[in-house]
């Protein structure tokens, strides 16, 4: 029943886990293959349009998101755990109004604005592609609100998971059908498809949230004393964390592929959207995003219940380690074979896009610091550090202007913003170790980890010339190297190898040095 037993207990966990993991295998084969189809029915022109529409739209539902989601990410367990049934349809009802809201005024503003849009990307053929994805802005942004803030948040990951395996897989169809038939498509064909895709899963979605606030209607309260966050914490936090999405919208990928498309033209921007989408596939199968759904409303709980911020950071720097893990051999691929693995996803016309690929990949792993970094902040409500810092990153926009109009490449475009991540991150955690929380990520473990995997990639360049690899033998040696690495370097602390042991004890025996007994 939704409404009995302890919706964010164990037993609920492994239930919600399986059934998040589950869904998410489903769609991420069906999104990836998805990505590599448009790659090949697109003209690189009309995939560089394509790109851009679509920046343009994950630029609208960034703006019109202002904080609501983690207001509801930080209050929706708490309401689920101690509220009576009522009242947590009273607070999914106001947070649905507002949100949603937000999302059709921003499709409406693309929708019949896109004119203007096009005019300032320097691209005036595009309006019409940019207006339907005004449309699909609107009808995506109920499906994720209903998908992840909603039911991911409820702890109903197998209806979330349900429903985007219904967009993943139309998209994956629609395009999969043009490929097997030989027809190369519009980038307004593209968009039409992401709007039907868009339009499958929200309908889903809407269904499956009604069914649970049905369940929910009668839920008791349970016995206890229990405040509700006042309205004041909670503006503070929304305001907090929408200024910090703007300014962290400053330099991330969406107004970078503007910016490319405006001064380099569409070949560039696809190039870099290609690659931007692909590092970010990579980021979203990742157990930082991959399990983010269930894990953050779990260690939310856990200091809430607790107040213990060092706990907090030892199950913290697990999850930021496991994906570190699994990311380092994917980046060593496109360090050694970045050509082959590029014409592979996208076909030959991407071929030279294998740097551009292993720099955004290198970058990946301060995005996923900076999701470990945003939660921590957040959980201890400590979100004006989040914008404070953010201010600084208003200067990389203008520094990628200058950068691009003087003669600068993609290169060096992803360097720069590598290098401002790496001080926004590292500014945030001395900030925090000041104020009293001791943010830890036993460091050592992953120089250890970097350091084991840089000499592989310098092995497997250096023997180039040498060795000739295939598709499979790279790839088998890749994962070998990530393997022998991890286990060599054995990542873990002491104190994560007694936390893991409880779960595992061969698996902290072979990932610490000095596991507990």
């Not at 851009?52 to 703006?63: D, Q, W």
């Not at 929304?238 to 919208?249: D, H, M, R």
């Not at 995003?289 to 953050?296: A, E, F, K, P, Y």
Request: hydrophobic content about 55%.
């Amino acid at each position: 029943m939704s409404g009995s037993g302890n919706p964010y207990g164990a037993a609920a966990l492994r239930g919600s886990a399986l059934a998040y993991l589950s869904g998410r295998a489903v769609s991420a084969l069906l999104t990836f293959s998805a990505f590599a189809l448009a790659a090949r029915v697109l003209p690189l022109e009309a995939y560089g349009t394509y790109m851009a529409a679509l920046a343009a739209m994950e630029t609208g539902l960034a703006l019109s998101t202002p904080g609501l989601d983690w207001v509801a990410a930080r209050i929706l367990p708490e309401y689920r755990l101690h509220a009576a049934g009522r009242t947590i349809l009273g607070i999914i009802c106001r947070l649905a109004g507002m949100q949603m809201a937000f999302y059709a005024c921003a499709g409406a503003v693309l929708f019949f604005h896109a004119e203007q849009v096009a005019a300032l990307l320097r691209m005036e053929a595009a309006a019409p592609v940019l207006s339907l994805a005004g449309a699909v802005l609107a009808v995506e942004g109920f499906g994720r609100f209903y998908r992840e803030q909603m039911l991911g948040t409820l702890m109903r990951q197998g209806a979330a998971q349900a429903a985007q395996v219904v967009r993943s897989g139309t998209l994956a169809a629609l395009l999969g059908s043009d490929w097997f038939a030989g027809r190369e498509i519009t980038a307004l064909d593209a968009v039409r498809y992401e709007l039907m895709a868009s339009c499958g899963s929200t309908g889903l979605g809407a269904v499956l949230l009604l069914r649970e606030m049905w369940s929910l209607r009668y839920r008791v309260a349970p016995s206890g004393d229990w405040t509700p966050p006042r309205r004041k914490q909670l503006l503070k936090l929304a305001v907090n964390t929408y200024i910090s999405y703007l300014l962290a919208f400053a330099y991330g990928s969406q107004m970078l592929t503007l910016i490319v498309a405006r001064i380099l033209g569409a070949d560039a921007a696809a190039v870099f959207g290609f690659s931007t989408n692909f590092s970010d596939q990579v980021r979203r199968y990742l157990p930082t995003d991959l399990l983010r759904s269930v894990i953050q409303p779990t260690l939310i709980a856990f200091f809430s219940r607790r107040r213990d911020f060092g706990g907090f950071m030892l199950r913290v720097g697990i999850w930021f380690k496991s994906s570190m893990i699994l990311l380092m051999p994917v980046v060593v691929y496109f360090i050694a074979f970045g050509g082959m693995g590029a014409m592979l996803l996208g076909g030959e016309r991407f071929r030279e896009a294998g740097p551009v690929i292993a720099l955004m990949l290198v970058g990946t792993a301060l995005t996923i610091l900076r999701r470990v970094v945003e939660l921590s902040c957040n959980v201890v409500l400590a979100t004006d550090l989040y914008v404070r810092w953010g201010f600084w990153l208003l200067a990389v926009p203008v520094m990628a202007v200058f950068l691009l109009t003087s003669g600068g490449r993609l290169t060096e475009l992803i360097v720069l913003v590598i290098g401002a991540e790496a001080f926004f991150n590292f500014g945030i955690i001395l900030a925090l170790r000041r104020r009293g929380y001791p943010f830890r990520l036993a460091w050592g473990g992953l120089l250890r980890l970097a350091a084991w995997y840089g000499m592989g990639a310098g092995a497997l360049v250096w023997s180039g010339p040498l060795v000739r690899f295939d598709m499979p033998t790279s790839v088998a040696v890749c994962l070998l190297l990530g393997a022998v690495g991890t286990l060599v370097a054995k990542p873990l602390s002491a104190a994560e190898a007694a936390l893991v042991s409880d779960w595992s004890p061969r698996g902290a025996r072979l990932l610490s040095r000095t596991p507990a007994a």
